[in-house]
Every structure is written in structure tokens, then in C-alpha cells.
């Protein structure tokens, strides 16, 4: 924090509705109710020193009570709390509601936390990581981010139910969370009893999600229409997990290996495994061979023995693997191998989130990558940031373990696409057209080797909307990967990107 920054606490006590009585329960006295979950939020206020001018704001973070509404025997039964969720929200003090815009930020894994968005690139305050080659080592820093979002938009961060300290409530399920529509509706839960509670209504609103983030960004903008009548100026979505069929290789599915094809060649290209060619050109290459690509593993058995050779040789040319290597995987490029086997000479394995990172492994002759470099190198830094940020500078003090990347929300329900990809794109199809002045902003990072450019923009292209609709699409390509703010360069294109987008979508000019 600097040193002329202002901060004071004010602490939002709730009283718990069904508090227990006075007295000791004793023979024949019923024993004493016990409380329900309270919000438990606090706020501090602060002053950001910026280029354009200081942002005086207030920062809010705690849980705040889930509520569903229950029938009992097709009665009503009341709202009884069912989750304790974790948020941290930012306002600008003294502000219009009706012409602040508001932007609700989450991230993705299933399973992550919002503290990569939050402490990354859009709030007031972000980590000093360091990026690939020049990491910040231990115990790492927290520094002011004068590019912070909330130059123009109040910010509301969201931890889904087992992440971040959110919890289900005492003797309460976490299950039910922990898939495709129970996530979509607690979190669009969260997002209305925010803008009822805080009056925002009139305000432009905003979503923001991050690879699966970008899958609930996609639902949530159809849903919030659909369920609150809550129609949203615009939609973010960072490396986007739109059609999951475009990313992984399933049985029988030829469709993810052409869309890899051009990431494989930017990887091999920023490595030095394609001697003096531009990045851009390769690239380009690798697109413009695509097409061939599917025709050609799409045809299977019937491809001529020379047509195949071509096609081995040319796949090798383009991703620095051997000719070898390509013939004994049959054309069929399986991304976290093509990772391990890269640079397998000279004895490193290159990231998947991000494929310019590189670390050694414990022997090389893994068949997959034995772990993923840039999720060793980046965990670290964002983890202490944000344990002293809460209870160092927001003032908030929990003694639960917050969950950055949780493994208890696996396995992960996606029963609603039984016998069908997961693809969300025509939630977003439908979300535009039910709402003809919804912007959607589309990031993308070049060396994203779990979402890469092409499979985002093969599920854009897969949307059924009218033709002038795709205007109001727009996309950005940034020289970085799946977190592309880590890349500083990146990261300051992408901050003024954001801004200049939520500007032009508010309708408030």
C-alpha cells in the first residue's frame, strides 16, 4: 500500500435472524436454535494515484449467505441459506449508479478462484509475478495498477462455491454446485442479489470470465436474461472455453488436431526450431493449412500412401517435430504430448497454459507432459499477494484455507450435455439475439496451449446468428498465453483494450 493511501475499516455486522435466546436450556426447555449464517463483509476505502488522475473507492470483501427458496409438499418453505460465498467488490466513491458501469469478474477451472483476474489485471492493486525467464522469486511483491479497470468500471470479483473461502453452509451439500447449470445459477444468484442490494439495476453491467469462466460467461449471459430479466451491455471473455470437443482429443474426434496445429507452430517458432522465419508467417502457414489437415484425417485409410507423406512431412516442417514422430502418431497430435516431446533433446517440457514457459522434468522418456511449468511458476506469487492483501489491506480475517485451485469440486457434472460436446457458443448465440445491443469481447493468447486462437475462433464461427450480428464480436490476439496480463506488454494492450471496450458498450456517452 502506498504510503499517502487512506484507509479506514468499517465493519458490516448482520445479526443473524434466528438468533438462540437468552438462558440455559434445562429440563424441559427446548435447546437453544442455533444461529444462521451471517454475511460477515468489511470495508477499508482507498486512494489509487493514477496518469489520468486519483480514484478514491471503497473496497468490500467477506461472504456473503446464499439463499434458496424451498416448497415444502408444494408449499413455501422460505429462503434457507445453502452457501457462504466469498466476494471482493470495488466502487468508486461518490459515483452515478445509473451511469457506472459494473463488471462481475470469475475465472474458471473448473475449480479456480477469481484471484487470477483479480490480482493479475483488473483490480486496483496486482501481484509482481515476473514473467517467463525473469520470475519474481519469493516472497514476491504486490505493487499499485495504475491500468486497473475501475477507471471505468466498479469491479465485483466472484469465488464460486469451494474456491476462495466460499463454503456450503453447515450440514449442506457442496455437490450440487459442483457442475455445469448448479454453478450458472449460484453464481447468477450472487451477481442478482448484488445489484439488488447495491442498488445497480440502471447501471451498465458487465461480465468477465476466464477459460471456464468464459464457458459460465457464455451461459450466465443467456441465463441472467432468461431467469432475472438482468440483460447485460457486454460480455468478456478471456481464452474461452466454448466447445470443449475443439479441445481435447476424443475418440474418434479429428477435430481438435487442425485447430492445435498453428499453436504448435508459434511454440516451435518461439523455442527456435524453425531457424529465421517470421512468427507471423508461420502462423499463417499453419492456418492456411488446416483445411488440408481435416481433409486429409478426415479421409482416414483412404489417403494416398504420397499424399500422407506429404502431409507428415509438411506437419513436421511446421511444429519441430520429427517426421518420425508425426508418421507414429498417425497424423494425430495430442497436446499434452506434443509438449513433453517438443523439446524433449533438450531435456524440458514445455507449459500448456502458456507454451513459452519451459522446466526439466524427473526423466525424459514421460509420454505426456510430467507437469505443466507456467502452473508451477505462477501459483506461488498469487497466493501470498492475496493472503496479505485480505488480511493486510482489506481488513479481512478468515482462518479457512482459500482455495485457489481446488480439487474438491471433481468430478465435475456436466450431465446436461449427456451424449453431446459441451458447447456453450449457442448460449451466446441466443444471448445476442434475445439482447440486439450485447457487445462481446473475445481475448485470445498466441501461445495458449490449452485454449488455443483457432479452437476459440472455430466455436465463434459455429454460432447461429445473423450475419450483421458478428459486428458486434470482437476479438484480440495478444503475444502470451492463457493469462496473456502476465506478459507485461500484454498485459498493458489488454488493460486498455478492456477499458476501450467497456466505454463504447455502456451507453452512458
Known sequence: MTD???????????TASGAPGSGTPGKGTAPAKKPEPADDLVTTHHTLHTPQGDLSYSATTGRIVLREEVLKEEKYDGRKPKAEVSITYYTLDDADVTRRPVTFAFNGGPGSSSVWLHLGVLGPRRVDSGDVGNLTAPPYGLIDNPETLLRVSDLVFIDPVSTGFSRATEGEQAKPFHGFTGDVESVGEIIRLWTSRNDRWMSPKFLIGE?????????????????????????????????????????????????????????AHYHGLLGERELNDVVA??????????????????????ERAAAVAKIASLTGLSEDYVDRANLRLEHTRVYAELLRARRLVTGRLDTRFTGPADNYIHEQMPYDPFMTATPGPYTAALHHYLRGELKYEHDAIYEVLSRQVHPWSYKEFEGQAVDVADKLA???????????????????????????????????????????????????????????????AQSADLADFVRRASNRD
Open 4 to 14: 499517502d493511501e487512506k484507509t479506514t475499516q468499517t465493519e458490516a455486522t448482520t
Open 211 to 267: 477459460s471456464y469462466g468464459g464457458t459460465r460467461g457464455a451461459a450466465l449471459a443467456e441465463y441472467l436474461q432468461q431467469r432475472f430479466g438482468m440483460f447485460l451491455n457486454g460480455v468478456m471473455l478471456v481464452a474461452p472455453a466454448l466447445n470443449l470437443e475443439a479441445l481435447f482429443d476424443g475418440e474418434h474426434s479429428n477435430l481438435p488436431h487442425p485447430l492445435f496445429l498453428p499453436l504448435y507452430a508459434a511454440t
Open 285 to 306: 502457414e499453419a492456418r492456411d493449412w488446416t483445411e488440408t489437415y481435416s481433409s486429409v484425417l478426415a479421409r482416414g485409410a483412404r489417403v494416398p500412401d504420397d
Open 430 to 492: 441466443t444471448a445476442m439475439i434475445l439482447n440486439p445491443h450485447l457487445q462481446v469481447h473475445i481475448a485470445m493468447g498466441r501461445y495458449d496451449g490449452g485454449v488455443p486462437v483457432e479452437a476459440i475462433e472455430y466455436s465463434l464461427d459455429q454460432m447461429a446468428i445473423p450475419a450483421s450480428y458478428r459486428e458486434r464480436i470482437e476479438t484480440r490476439v495478444y503475444p502470451a498465453g492463457h493469462m496473456m496480463y502476465i506478459h507485461p506488454e500484454s498485459r498493458l
